[in-house]
């Protein structure tokens, strides 16, 4: 949340944040939006859940996972990893979620275009 905040109006326009539950079983719509509401999240957060087979499609694409399956298959064992990204300029990165928020908003500058400034 604090990045968010530190990203100013950026957050919600230029950059998104999306936590995916890694238990759709229990992290129903109901559920994540009652803890997205708990932590304050502000617009440009989104909290998404689903079938469980897509989610996990989806996190190994991202490379969130153990390559042991055992270990995988014990939710207590995965990385708490922020990916980010630029889709568009094919710029890709990950850092620990509990890092510090300026060392997040750095890597997150790693991938954001330079703000224009408006000519004068």
Known sequence: MEVQE?????????????????????????VLKRYAAGFGVKPGWSFLTGDFDEIDALR???????PDPVIDADKAEHAGLLVYGNERLGRWGAIPSLDKP???????????????????
């Open 6 to 30: 530190l990203l100013g109006d950026r957050a919600g326009a230029d950059v998104f944040f999306y936590s995916i539950s890694l238990d759709p079983g229990h992290d129903t719509p109901d």
């Open 102 to 120: 300026r060392s997040i908003l750095r890597a997150l500058g790693k991938v954001m275009p330079a703000r224009r400034r408006p000519a004068r």
């Open 60 to 66: 190994r694409k991202l490379g969130l996972y153990h």
